[in-house]
């Protein structure tokens, strides 16, 4: 039974792959009532957005930091509204912030979604532990997604 609920779910992670993409298509294709939110995914203006905006700093340190607390403006406001919060992991750069957010959630009691290849199980088993599933694949957190909202467990029929 679908819910007539509209899901908020919030996508957090790696910027350098389509996976955000994948996952608003299928789900939209399977017609599940989701709005999606995301951090800025424009690297270097979410790098450089407190010094663009605030002014420029002469050490590193304060220039990261007025960007890191912009940012934190809409992701922790996002997150603290998200139904479901998913987190990717990607292989080629290490994601802290990725992880602050599974944290932040955690600490919000939110449900979370971590998304990773084997590769980096072992970097990320404190996360993997906060997690209610660990996915492979885009199309698995789309399972999980149809499943938790709808109830409908893709590729099974009745018996």
């Not at 679908?2 to 899901?7: A, F, G, K």
């Not at 997150?79 to 080629?92: E, L, M, S």
């Amino acid at each position: 039974m679908t819910s007539e609920r509209i899901w908020t779910v919030y996508l957090s992670g790696e910027i350098h792959t389509n996976w955000r993409v994948e996952i608003m298509d299928a789900a939209k294709h399977r017609g599940l009532p989701i709005r999606f939110s995301a951090p800025v995914t424009d690297h270097p203006a979410s790098d450089d957005c407190g010094v663009a905006i605030l002014g420029a700093e002469e050490n590193k340190f304060w220039h990261d930091r007025k960007g890191a607390q912009v940012n934190a403006i809409r992701t922790q406001t996002l997150i603290k509204d998200a139904d479901i919060v998913v987190v990717r992991f990607g292989d080629k750069y290490k994601q802290w912030n990725a992880a602050f957010d599974a944290g932040y959630a955690a600490a919000l009691g939110k449900p979370i979604i971590v998304n990773h290849d084997d590769s980096i199980v072992h970097p990320l088993k404190e996360v993997d532990a906060a997690a209610m599933a660990v996915a492979e694949t885009p199309a698995q957190i789309v399972d999980i997604l149809d499943y938790a909202i709808t109830g409908r467990l893709a590729g099974y029929t009745d018996r």
